[in-house]
């Protein structure tokens, strides 16, 4: 039903699944957060909404256990980067990078969609 796709033109199919670790928060930065879309190596997905420019967007969030180890911070803001800096209709668009509260954030395009047995799309 949702959709998060990915700067280097790969998907990985993932489910939220009953293991994806419940948000300790409500929102991040001025996004409410809404419900999970998927989960993977570099972070967790959510459907959020915008409160300021009042759209749906997808949250990607680097998981706690990584936002003290620099390398994997220095890779998730790599890959924001790389992700802005293209245009292309397969790949989202990135409205913001971001830290909340010392937990780094991407905003990025919502895309939802409806595939026979697959619920998310994630970065890989």
């Not at 759209?55 to 924001?80: G, M, W």
């Not at 409205?95 to 905003?107: K, Q, T």
Request: proline share 6%; glycine share 8%.
């Amino acid at each position: 039903m949702y959709g998060v796709g990915s700067c280097q033109g790969k998907f990985r199919y993932n489910r939220p699944s009953s293991n994806m670790k419940p948000l300790p928060v409500k929102s991040i930065a001025h996004y409410r957060i809404v419900e999970p879309i998927g989960a993977g190596g570099m972070g967790a997905v959510y459907k959020a909404y915008d409160n300021k420019l009042q759209r749906t967007v997808a949250i990607k969030l680097l998981p706690p256990e990584y936002v003290s180890q620099d390398d994997r911070r220095r890779r998730f803001f790599q890959e924001a980067r790389a992700a802005s800096a293209l245009s292309h209709p397969h790949i989202l668009t990135i409205y913001e990078v971001g830290e909340d509260d010392g937990r780094p954030y991407i905003a990025m395009e919502y895309v939802a969609f409806q595939h026979s047995g697959i619920r998310s799309l994630e970065f890989t």
